[in-house]
């Protein structure tokens, strides 16, 4: 069955550092897809960036990029020059390929706070 | 460009009383439908989701229902709340109805439901 582990539950940093989360998967299928979704204190739940399980390649998207490694299904966020507004939580999901209306599973979430 | 909605913002409920929560899409033909649950501080869960109208597949049901009258929108019911159905409750599209897709969602605002 597919899973999805955060195990940071929250990290602190100052504004303008780098931050980087973890986030590690369970699945049996060869094709998936990895997503990190940001939801703000109002509770809007915002997507960030995906990774698909074919591409070597590391994704980026402005300031955000993934850590990618396939043999220990891991895929860390990497969030650099954090600014202030980059608080929240972020979640890490997963879905199968094939799964038809199944949706994504989501983990528990890491709590960011950025500090001026 | 695609728009998403949920109503209402906020509801204060008492247990035993009944219960319907909304979702609208616009701007976006066909797509699969999802409901998910979030306790305070929690992960998201999801409930229902649905690849056509009036087809709706259980994931956790949690003693509500879901129903997709049209297209465009997807309800969530219950008759009788209970204090456990207390939470964020998130409408979220994606491509669909092929399973081809990465499965990425984009949510609506959500609502806010507190059981007393």
């Known amino acids: 069955a597919q899973k999805v582990t955060q195990t940071q539950t929250s990290i602190s940093v100052m504004e303008k550092t780098t931050v980087t989360m973890d986030c590690v998967y369970e699945?049996?299928?060869?094709?998936?897809?990895l997503f990190w979704y940001k939801q703000t204190a109002s509770g809007e739940i915002v997507f960030l960036i995906r990774?698909?399980?074919?591409?070597?390649e590391n994704a980026t998207v402005g300031h955000y990029s993934l850590n990618f490694q396939k043999p220990k299904s891991s895929i860390g966020l990497i969030i650099t020059a954090t600014q202030i507004e980059d608080s929240a939580v972020y979640f890490c999901?997963?879905?199968?390929?094939?799964?038809?209306?199944?949706?994504?599973?989501f983990g528990t979430g890491t709590t960011v706070s950025v500090s001026p | 460009a695609q728009t998403i909605h949920q109503w209402p913002v906020a509801e204060i409920k008492a247990v035993g009383s009944p219960l319907s929560l909304g979702c609208t899409i616009k701007?976006?033909?066909?797509?699969?439908l999802y409901w998910y649950w979030q306790a305070t501080g929690g992960t998201l869960q999801q409930l229902f989701y649905?690849?056509?109208?009036?087809?709706v597949e259980s994931v956790v049901q949690l003693n509500l229902s879901a129903s997709r009258p049209k297209d465009d929108q997807f309800i969530l019911s219950t008759e009788k709340l209970l204090l456990s159905h207390s939470g964020f409750y998130l409408c979220?599209?994606?491509?669909?109805?092929?399973?081809?897709?990465?499965?990425?969602?984009?949510f609506g605002e959500g609502s806010k439901l507190t059981v007393l």
């Open positions: 979220a599209w994606s491509l669909g109805p092929t399973s081809q897709g990465t499965g990425q969602l984009y």
């Open positions: 699945t049996q299928d060869s094709s998936y897809f």
């Open positions: 990774q698909d399980s074919y591409k070597k």
């Open positions: 999901a997963m879905r199968e390929g094939g799964q038809g209306g199944r949706a994504l599973i």
């Open positions: 701007g976006k033909s066909s797509p699969n």
């Open positions: 649905s690849i056509t109208v009036g087809q």
